[in-house]
């Protein structure tokens, strides 16, 4: 089932891929649900995009990786960022067993 995109992260990956007009919102919002199945993927299944600034800047580098056809290149060149919110979001699971 694809989550539903919210308008305001549209339009931040439109600015960020240079998109100005509106004809690809449709092609916009699937390339941000691939980019957001790749990171949940590769990152943890609860990451959220809309409170979380590194991982929206890392979902948007994704989308212009995968919208360049560049995609294969994506993990290799963001390594760290990504290792970085696996470890975050570790912690934040880590943290939560604790408390039940």
């Known amino acids: 089932m694809q989550e539903e ?3 305001t992260l549209v339009e931040e990956a439109k600015a960020h891929l240079r998109i100005t007009w509106s004809d690809e919102d449709d092609s916009v919002k699937k390339l941000i649900q691939r980019a957001m199945n790749v990171l949940r ?3 943890h299944s609860s990451l959220e995009f809309e ?3 590194a991982a929206r800047q890392l ?3 994704c989308c212009r ?3 360049n056809n560049s995609f294969e290149y994506f993990q290799q ?3 760290a960022e990504i290792q970085t919110l696996q470890a975050i979001e ?3 699971e880590a943290e939560q ?4």
Do not use: H
């Open 90 to 92: 570790m912690t934040k």
């Open 97 to 100: 067993s604790a408390e039940s």
């Open 51 to 53: 409170e979380n600034e």
């Open 41 to 43: 993927n590769l990152i």
């Open 77 to 79: 060149n963001f390594i």
């Open 5 to 7: 995109v919210n308008n």
């Open 59 to 61: 979902l948007f580098d």
């Open 65 to 67: 990786y995968i919208r």
